[in-house]
Structures are given as structure tokens and as C-alpha cells.
């Protein structure tokens, strides 16, 4: 059955990723907004550093590797259940595409500098985060504890609080429905439970602490997932160049930050998941 699930995904993913593009492309037009703001949220500007401190290319890395450990011919003889082994590995794909900072962070300064405010090293700083749930009604942040990081005294957003921001930001901008499109493939416990290796499975459902779901919505959430952050790193390739260009144009200097390479699997017009899901059946 999970291989019958997985074909008829392959014929509508690449529809869906062009959807994802087609409803994210306004925040990535360099029109009315400043290009030295818009350059800022799309290089991620930190501060002094050298080589090899972004763990995008990292992430990036990691993503491409699992991949291509899809497409690799899996032996019944060596491993139990090679569909199972295949989804295990998208199950982690997922897990690392919606934990990633770089796109959350793009996200929330790119709506930011549409609501005529500030590009920002840290959007979701507690204090930055304060000022925007005024005059809105978007839901407000988790109010539970969250974890200290390890290095600095500063609380670590999780993903669904900075989706939660993201939302708030949206609907300040006129735009809701981008904050909107993480609902079709983010879910929190999901998230955890395969970060936290909670998860078992069985048949045709993926059980949790929290209930199970069936496999058909794993693989639908995962193509969603897989087909949003393609289109969303596609948009921003792009949107890199076209802001230099302007920048250029107008005789500016604009300082630019080493970008990883975008792997083949995510290049322009050819969708990260489809690739591999070929594989699977």
C-alpha cells in the first residue's frame, strides 16, 4: 500500500511546489521596499564573521545526503522493510526542514520590511517578538517554559513560536495566507516525536504519544513540506540575484555574505521531493 501512496504523489508534487512559489513570490519583489533592507533578510546579516559559520550550507548538506540515500537501492536481503527504511529517512528530512532558522528567519524579515520596519539579526527575540501582538489577533506565543541555550543566556524560540510570529506578521502586512501555508504540513507533534525518536511504524499509521495518523497523510504532509521548502529556496536564489542587480544599478556597495551552493536536488523548476519518491516505488 505505502508504494501505491507514494506514486500518486509524484504526478501532483511539482504542481504543488509551483503553488507554493506562486503564493510566496510577493515577498521576494524588490518593488516599493528598500533593496539594502531586502538584501539584509535574504543574506541573513550576523555581524563579523569569517568562513563556515552559516549551518544553513550545513542543513543543505544534510538534506542532499538524505536524498540521495533514498535513491539507493535497498535490499530486501539486507534491510527488513526498504519502504520503511525509505519513509524513515523522509520522516528525518522533514524533521530537519522544519527545525532549520534560516528560512524562518528570511520569513519573518521579509514580512517585517513590508510592515515598513526594520530588518533584524534575531525576529524572534522575546523583546522584538513583544511589540507585534499589539492591535492583532493572531495567536500569541507558548507562554511554557523554553530551553536556555547552552552558550548564551537568551530563550531559544521553538518552530511553532516563530511560526506563531510569522502569522502575526502576516496579518500586519495584509497577507494572512502566507502565514497560513505551514498549517498544510507543520505539525508539532509529529515534529517532535521524530526529533525526539518517539514514534513507531505500524501498519499503515505512524503511532506517537499523542494518537497516530495514517501513512497516507505522513507521505501528504512530507511532499508539502519537501515542496514548500523547495519553492521557498528557489525564490530566494533568485531573489538574491535580482536584489544585487538593483543594488548595482543604483551605484551602491552591498557587502555579501558566502551562500552555499543550492544542491541539484533543489535546483530552479525541478522540486526536492520528486526525485527521490521515483524511488520508492
Known amino acids: ?11 501532483r508534487g511539482e504542481q504543488e511546489t509551483e503553488r507554493y512559489r506562486k503564493q510566496l513570490t510577493p515577498l521576494f519583489t524588490p518593488v516599493g521596499i528598500n533593496p539594502f533592507e531586502l ?4 543574506v541573513r546579516v550576523w555581524g563579523l564573521q569569517d568562513e563556515g559559520w552559516d549551518p544553513l550550507e550545513e542543513s543543505m548538506e544534510v538534506l542532499d545526503d538524505l536524498i540521495k540515500l533514498t535513491q539507493l537501492d535497498l535490499q530486501p536481503g539486507r534491510f527488513k522493510d526498504p519502504s520503511k527504511t525509505r519513509l524513515r529517512l ?11 532558522d534560516a528560512p524562518y528567519d528570511v520569513l519573518a524579515n521579509l ?11 534575531d525576529p524572534f527575540r522575546d523583546d522584538i517578538v513583544a ?3 499589539k492591535g492583532t489577533t493572531a495567536k500569541k506565543p507558548s507562554k511554557r517554559p523554553k ?24 496579518i500586519i502586512v495584509g497577507h ?29 499509521e505512524l503511532r506517537m504519544g499523542s494518537g497516530s495518523i495514517p501513512i497516507e497523510r505522513i507521505m501528504t504532509i512530507i511532499e508539502k513540506a519537501l515542496s514548500f521548502y523547495s519553492a521557498f529556496f528557489v525564490l ?18 552591498m557587502a555579501t555574505a558566502p551562500v552555499a551552493e543550492t544542491p541539484a536536488a533543489i535546483s530552479p523548476w525541478i522540486p526536492l521531493p520528486f526525485h527521490s519518491f521515483v524511488f520508492l516505488i
Request: glycine share 6%; hydrophobic share 50%; charged share 20%.
Open 90 to 100: 523522509f520522516l528525518i528530512s522533514y524533521a530537519h526542514l522544519t527545525e532549520m
Open 236 to 253: 530566494e536564489a533568485e531573489a538574491k540575484a535580482k536584489v544585487e542587480t538593483l543594488i548595482e544599478g543604483r551605484g551602491q556597495i
Open 111 to 121: 514580512l517585517r520590511i513590508r510592515a515598513g520596519l526594520r530588518y533584524v539579526v
Open 1 to 11: 500500500m505505502m508504494d501505491q501512496l507514494l506514486q500518486a504523489l509524484i504526478d
Open 176 to 204: 494572512p495566507l502566507i502565514g497560513e501555508l505551514f498549517d498544510e504540513f507543520y505539525l508539532p507533534d509529529l515534529r517532535h516525536s521524530i526529533s525526539h525518536a518517539a514514534y513507531i511504524l505500524h501498519g499503515n
Open 131 to 133: 511589540g507585534l501582538t
Open 147 to 170: 530551553p536556555r541555550s547552552l552558550l548564551r543566556r537568551v530563550h531559544l524560540p521553538s518552530p511553532w513560536d516563530k511560526i506563531v510570529v510569522i502569522k502575526q506578521l502576516a
Open 39 to 42: 538584501a539584509c533578510a535574504l
